[in-house]
């Protein structure tokens, strides 16, 4: 029991702080990207910690494989070449003792992976996408920047604010230039500044900007002289109509709905993908676990390069039949399995080529006549 609480305190701790620096990596990356479109308008700045939030289930699904297959590369790595496998060996302590310690753990992993994938993932995808509609379908106060000029949202109007009033709802200082259209019969241009506006929202979703106390300036095409009106209030249509709901991936589909419907090669490429995360963690701890054998001298990276290059065939594979799927090249009900097969009779192998049965196959195949 005391060697049974060793090993899998020893993986737990490796692939606990792999999977905290691969997060880390990953959500900077997708943080800087959100905060990219936060900063260009595209997106209210307030709900960038959501959808950072939201993310979180997909990239966690995706990492936790990699970081248990590196956390036992790293953890038994080790341990071997620091000597102390050989003193367990020495104790009886065998490598398949070992595999089936580690087995234990990388199978509560997986089941936990999956209900990540098949329940959670998919949950948070939509929460996102709602999200997002609720931030499209705003009254457009939120997304406003500031000392910006930014594009109406029907694309007709330039609209720069100098001072906003969160508090008010209310624009200090606004500028708005209208443009005439590309066959447009009204060849127009208009230049409005006001002291304040504020946006106003329709039954129907279409968005006026409300401007109050300003002037209007406006001449047609090739006439040099411009008109001006002074007005105590002035409406600017900036967006026609209610903003359609995005249209949802099957990643924001539950994994009950997909099998209550009809299922196509998208649905089924989806549902093989699902189940292939925690079933690539128990495949890739029998490829690993050998894999992590080394010589005290060789030290514990001796044999990373190839363990990765088998990971990444592995999931390169996996990425390639689920597009295969999706496009009908391979039968739904043939799936990822073949890849599974396949990475299994790879981890089977490695584990057996040091143990007796093994060395009896090995011996069969060299006695075999030519």
Known sequence: ??????????????QLAVFLV???????QKFVKILGDASEGELPGQLVMSIIAFKLPQLAGLILPLSVFLGILLAYGRIYADS?????HACGVSEWYVTRVTLIFALILSM?????????????????????DKADADTGLSSIISGRFQVSGNKKAVIF??????????????FVAQMPQIGEADDRTTVVYAERGDIAEEATGAQKLVLHNG??????????????????????????????????????????????GPLTPEIMAELHWRLSIPISIILLTLIAVPMSSVQPRQ????????????????????IAGRSAIEDGKIPPHIGLWWIHITALFIGAFLIIRGRPLGSKLRAKVKRRPA
């Open 22 to 28: 691969l997060m880390t990596i990953f959500v900077s």
């Open 215 to 260: 002037k209007q300036y406006q001449n047609s095409l090739g006439d040099q002289q411009f008109q001006k009106i002074e007005f105590s209030e002035y409406q600017i249509q900036i967006r026609e109509q209610e903003v359609e709901q995005r249209r949802r991936k099957l990643s924001a589909v539950p994994t009950a709905k997909l099998l209550e």
């Open 84 to 88: 102390e496998m050989s003193v367990l």
């Open 161 to 174: 604010v100098e001072d906003i009033n969160r508090q008010g709802n209310m624009l200090n200082r606004v």
């Open 299 to 318: 030290g514990k990276f001796a044999k990373m390069l190839p363990a990765l290059g088998l990971y990444l065939g592995y999931f390169i594979l996996l």
């Open 1 to 14: 029991m005391i060697i049974f609480r060793y090993l899998i305190a020893e993986v737990f701790k490796a």
């Open 112 to 132: 936990i992976t999956g209900g990540v994938t098949l329940f959670v993932a998919p949950w948070a995808a939509e929460q996102e996408y709602q999200v997002r």
